[in-house]
C-alpha cells in the first residue's frame, strides 16, 4: 500500500461520540427516503477500561444509562475485540499487530442496544489504516463480518473505496444477487460511512451516516442522551416503521434464504467485480 501513515491518522481520544443523522433513500423499484439524528460511539477496544472512567454514566460491560458490552461484537465470547480484529485482517494476508483497533457503533442505552452496521476500524503502529471489518446484523437476530483489507488504490485524499458481494441476508425486502460498494471517511473530527447496494441493473439503497466528534465526557454525553433519549427504541422502531411504510408502497418480502455457512467472509482484490471467498468456520 502506498498510502502513507499521515493519512487519516486515527483520533487520540479513547473513545468519543460522534453525533450526525442516518439517511437512507431507495431508488427501485419504488422512492423512498427517511433520515433520522442519531449518534454513535467510538472506542478503542485495547483501552475499555480507561474508557469506563471516562464518565459515571458511562461504563464498559455492565449496567448503566449509557454502556458498551464487549461481548456485542466479534467472536462475542468475551475475548479480545482487537485480537479478533487482527487475527482477521491476518487470515487475509495483512498485519496490524501493535496498531489500534477503533470500533465504531451505537451504545447501550439502559442496557438495550441494536447495531444494523458496527465497523473496525484496524490500524498498524505507524497509525496507517490496514483494513476494516463491516458487522452487519438483521432484524433476525444473525450477524455476518465482511473483512475488507485495505488495497492498493483505496485510501485516498478522499476516503476509502471498498466493495464486496452480498452474502448476508438483511432487509426482506433485497434479494441476494447484489453488491455492496462502501464509501468511508475514516474517523476524524467527523466520521462519513456511505454504503451502496446494487444488482446488475444499478443502484437500489444508499446508506450514510456522517457524524461529528465530540469527546466523550458527562456533559457531552448527557447533550446526547437528552436530545435522543431513547436511541436503541428509535433504530429498531424505526426500521420496523420504514418496513410498513414500504409494504404500503407495494414492496413485498423476499424469502430469507439458508444462512451462510460462515459468519465471516473476506473481500478479495479486484473492486466491486471481484468474487470473495468465505470462511467455513466460525472466527
Not at 460511539?41 to 458511562?58: G, H, K, N, T, Y
Amino acid at each position: 500500500m502506498t498510502d502513507g501513515p499521515a493519512l487519516f491518522l486515527p483520533p487520540e481520544e479513547v473513545c468519543a461520540l460522534y453525533e450526525g443523522e442516518v439517511m437512507h433513500a431507495r431508488m427501485k423499484p419504488v422512492a423512498h427516503r427517511f433520515a433520522y439524528r442519531v449518534y454513535s460511539l467510538l472506542i478503542d477496544v485495547d483501552r475499555v477500561a480507561e474508557a469506563s472512567a471516562l464518565s459515571p454514566f458511562f461504563s464498559v460491560g455492565r449496567f448503566n444509562l449509557t454502556s458498551f458490552e464487549p461481548r456485542d461484537h466479534g467472536a462475542r465470547d468475551g475475548s479480545s475485540l482487537g485480537g479478533y480484529a487482527r487475527r482477521l485482517l491476518r487470515d487475509a494476508g495483512v498485519d496490524a499487530e501493535g496498531g489500534r483497533v477503533l470500533l465504531l457503533c451505537y451504545p447501550r442505552i439502559f442496557g438495550l442496544v441494536f447495531n444494523p452496521l458496527s465497523v473496525f476500524f484496524v490500524y498498524d503502529a505507524a497509525g496507517a489504516l490496514r483494513g476494516a471489518l463491516y458487522e452487519v446484523r438483521n432484524t433476525f437476530g444473525q450477524r455476518h463480518t465482511y473483512v475488507a483489507p485495505v488495497r492498493e488504490g483505496e485510501l485516498s485524499a478522499a476516503g476509502l473505496k471498498q466493495a464486496c458481494r452480498k452474502l448476508f441476508y438483511v432487509s426482506p425486502f433485497n434479494g441476494m444477487e447484489m453488491s455492496y460498494l462502501f464509501r468511508i471517511r475514516p474517523p476524524a473530527d467527523e466520521v462519513a460511512l456511505r454504503i451502496l447496494e446494487k444488482d446488475a441493473d444499478g443502484p437500489i439503497l444508499a446508506a450514510t451516516f456522517i457524524g461529528t466528534k465530540r469527546p466523550l465526557t458527562t456533559p457531552s454525553l448527557l447533550r446526547a442522551f437528552f436530545s435522543v433519549p431513547l436511541l436503541t427504541v428509535k433504530v429498531v422502531a424505526g426500521i420496523h416503521w420504514e418496513a410498513f411504510r414500504l409494504w404500503c408502497k407495494g414492496l413485498r418480502l423476499v424469502p430469507q434464504p439458508e444462512t451462510p455457512v460462515s459468519a465471516v467472509s473476506f473481500a478479495e482484490a479486484g473492486g466491486p467485480g471481484a468474487a470473495d471467498r468465505t470462511r467455513h468456520a466460525e472466527p
